[in-house]
């Protein structure tokens, strides 16, 4: 069975690393995403005195989205666009408000700085690999989720650790201010936090560190980078309910963004988001998971 799974996680790092090919490490300048149907007069869709009318009058908004993870969010260094499915998710919001993608200021937002961006007005979403959680909740707005995954292990190739037992005592690196890090410090790991998954990859790479962990949404992108090096193991052992972050200023975005998101689950545009990033990996285009109830005002 442990081999069945190796050699699963294999051929789709396999095939995810033909697909990640079009991302390019140095950046082609290209977007490879979907095109979206970019709404006409939207303003006059939305009340006076909310921020989705603000934004769609002014033709600009701010995402945060991560830059360095493969098939979710990635930016190479010439790219004009960052390619995954959290930008796709991003150009179906911005869509609707009547902002073209070329118009989108995508921001880089690594994992500790999702909340402080978010209150600190610097961006008007964060679309990040994002867990929706209860103290991330409890200072920002969190709509979703629009994906579910799970937190693995990745390892070198050669690596003997296919179990959570095997992590216990050993220095597994993820990245500060993500649920992960919480998660494998409460499974007896000795947790070492970097800035962002790319440092922490190189960690396994050369040595420094046993394991990696995080989603293995994340995970499969680097594995399918370095697939003779690095390896996905372990069942997912938590649940990582992606959400869009907006600001509690603007308790009025949760229903646009939940309402905006549910039409692209039933128009097709999600799936074709999915398809277009991680779907790439060859894995089925999962059923697109229910979005929360926002909160009352
Ligand atoms: N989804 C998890 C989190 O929000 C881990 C991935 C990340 O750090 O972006 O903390």
């Not at 081999?3 to 996680?9: E, L, N, S, T, Y």
């Not at 969190?142 to 220095?171: H, N």
């Amino acid at each position: 069975m442990r081999h069945i799974r190796r050699a699963q996680a294999a051929a789709v790092a396999l095939v995810l690393a033909a697909a990640l090919a079009a991302c390019g490490d140095a950046g082609d300048d290209d977007d490879s995403g979907t095109d979206v149907d970019v709404a006409e007069g939207a303003a006059d869709d939305f009340d006076d005195g909310t921020r989705m009318k603000e934004l769609a009058d002014s033709g600009k908004v701010v995402i945060g989205v991560k830059f360095d993870q493969p098939g979710i969010g990635f930016k190479g260094a010439t790219d004009s666009m960052p390619q995954g499915l959290d930008p796709e998710i991003g150009k179906i919001l911005a869509a609707d408000l009547g902002i073209a993608p070329e118009d989108i200021t995508w921001k880089e937002t690594i994992s500790d700085n999702r909340e402080p961006f978010i209150q600190g007005g610097q961006v008007d979403l964060v679309i990040a690999s994002y867990s929706i959680t209860d103290e991330r909740r409890a200072v920002v707005g969190q709509a979703g989720p629009y994906y579910v995954t799970g937190q693995q292990l990745l390892v070198r190739s050669d690596s003997d650790i296919d179990s959570l037992d095997d992590v216990k005592g050993t220095e597994v690196c993820s990245v500060t201010g993500s649920t992960s890090l919480e998660n494998i410090e409460a499974e007896g790991a000795k947790p070492r936090g970097f800035d962002t998954y790319s440092e922490c990859v190189d960690q396994v790479l050369n040595g420094t560190v046993d394991a990696m962990t995080t989603d293995g949404a994340i995970l499969l992108g680097y594995a399918a980078q370095n697939p003779d090096q690095l390896k996905v193991v372990v069942e997912p052992f938590s649940e990582e309910r992606y959400g869009v972050g907006y600001s509690l200023d603007h308790p009025e975005m949760c229903e646009w963004i939940t309402d905006t998101i549910e039409d692209a689950y039933e128009d097709g545009a999600w799936a074709a988001a999915f398809e277009a990033t991680l779907g790439q990996s060859g894995v089925d285009t999962p059923e697109p998971p229910a979005m929360d109830e926002c909160p009352a005002d």
